[in-house]
């Protein structure tokens, strides 16, 4: 890809433009009939918890992060779409969290989203024209000259010409990249102010893609616009983000300039993320040292920090748990024999409680000395397994024992360096350059 180009922020009025502050977008379960006729609470979804993130005018922030990390229902929150359990929205002095339906289509006008799938975001129905102009309609704009001639000046900027040839097409009609283009008209025709671009080039082909970000920073330096640009693709976010936030499980735990991201990288999610990204040279090999495991459930995140569990650099103090300990002997029995396992199942006993996230849990169910000998052999098998580091004392308890966890630390973003990072190898008293 070409060298990003310097950013140019807009002079346009006085400190951020959007500023969000301890934002949470929570999702309630359905539970079964018979728990909702009883009032029993099926759990929540905390698919964004607690986000501050401040944007400049003229800039490009990029939310980055795996599949279920909240970036996507951040972005959706921005417009009002994904309503805010907690938290403010402020953008242009006004709390975008506590307006009525009827004001925030009215700021829609002013902050406009560019969806990650252009055939799903076009109505099959409707030509370019109709489709671009649209928003126009919606937003009291009756007369269809003049809707015509801002549909034509909105095509021409993202690169549709001769503009004849688009209007009467259908999406049908159009490539992967013309029809994101139209997707582009419609979203900077009401004279935006932020874009909040989803995936914007994930669904293209890679010829096409630089393209398309070209254009989008070329409609940014043309319309003063400030952008949020939601991926997992790190490599896109460095040529095409000022700064990059790192999500993971509804939370930052890193956010800085995209530089130092890239040359510096603190959280070792961040580090995860980038030795994943793909070398262009077929002949250099590289560690893919990636994270164990997948992204937890978000209806019961981790104890301590969310990542701990597939986090090679975790200390005692990250919130090891009961699951963890689960996930553990799981691993070890899936490489035993039928009869071995048969035999330590027995030995430990019913494990199906070590479900409830606690600090401490018992395991056993033939005597401590056999619960500790299945415990040494486990040790043995993953001894550098960053659990064992977690747990703080092992005592009799019954018929087994009891496993104590230390307690864990939930890290808050602090200063570290050129950046924020929300992680214990970074405590709150860091003087890091």
């Not at 029809?179 to 979203?187: F, G, L, N, S």
């Not at 400030?226 to 790192?246: E, G, N, P, Q």
Request: hydrophobic share 40%; with cysteine; glycine share 10%.
């Amino acid at each position: 890809m070409p060298t990003k180009p310097e950013a140019t922020p807009t002079t346009t009025g006085t400190g951020p433009i959007i500023d969000v502050r301890d934002l949470a977008v929570h999702f309630g379960l359905r539970g079964s009939s018979l728990a909702r006729l009883f009032g029993r609470d099926a759990g929540t979804v905390k698919a964004v918890d607690g986000v501050n993130l401040t944007l400049a005018r003229g800039e490009v922030v990029g939310l980055v992060g795996e599949s279920g990390s909240g970036k996507s229902t951040l972005g959706r929150a921005l417009l009002g779409l994904a309503p805010a359990t907690a938290g403010s929205i402020v953008f242009e002095g006004q709390d975008l969290a506590t307006l009525s339906r009827r004001r925030l289509r009215d700021l829609r006008r002013h902050i406009q989203m560019v969806f990650q799938d252009p055939s799903a975001a076009l109505n099959p129905a409707m030509t370019v024209e109709e489709a671009v102009g649209d928003a126009l309609r919606v937003h009291g704009m009756r007369s269809a000259e003049e809707r015509r001639v801002k549909v034509i000046d909105a095509l021409e900027r993202v690169g549709l010409s001769p503009v004849e040839l688009f209007l009467e097409k259908y999406p049908r009609d159009l490539s992967g990249g013309q029809k994101q283009r139209v997707v582009m008209a419609r979203a900077i025709i009401t004279g935006p102010s932020v874009l909040v671009a989803d995936e914007p080039i994930s669904m293209l082909d890679m010829s096409v893609r630089a393209k398309i970000l070209q254009l989008m920073l070329d409609l940014k330096q043309d319309l003063g616009l400030t952008y949020v640009y939601i991926t997992h693709d790190l490599a896109s976010a460095k040529y095409f983000c000022d700064r990059i936030a790192i999500m993971y499980l509804g939370r930052i735990v890193e956010i800085g300039a995209t530089e130092e991201i890239f040359a510096n990288p603190r959280h070792p999610y961040t580090k995860a993320l980038l030795r994943a990204i793909p070398d262009p040279d077929p002949g250099r090999q590289l560690p893919r040292d990636l994270p164990r495991g997948e992204v937890p459930d978000a209806a019961a995140p981790p104890l301590g920090c969310a990542f701990h569990p597939r986090c090679k650099e975790a200390t005692p103090t990250c919130g090891w748990e009961s699951r963890d300990l689960r996930t553990l002997v799981e691993a070890h029995w899936t490489r035993r024999s039928p009869d071995e396992y048969g035999a330590e199942r027995a030995v430990v006993g019913d494990i199906d409680h070590f479900d409830k996230p606690a600090t401490s849990t018992t395991l056993g169910a033939q005597g401590a000395p056999a619960a500790r000998e299945f415990l040494d052999r486990v040790r043995i098998e993953a001894p550098d397994d960053p659990i064992w580091g977690g747990i703080e004392s092992i005592t009799d308890d019954g018929s087994g024992v009891r496993v104590h966890f230390h307690e864990g630390i939930d890290p808050a973003l602090r200063r570290a360096g050129g950046v924020e990072v929300a992680c214990v190898l970074y405590p709150e008293t860091s003087t890091e350059g």
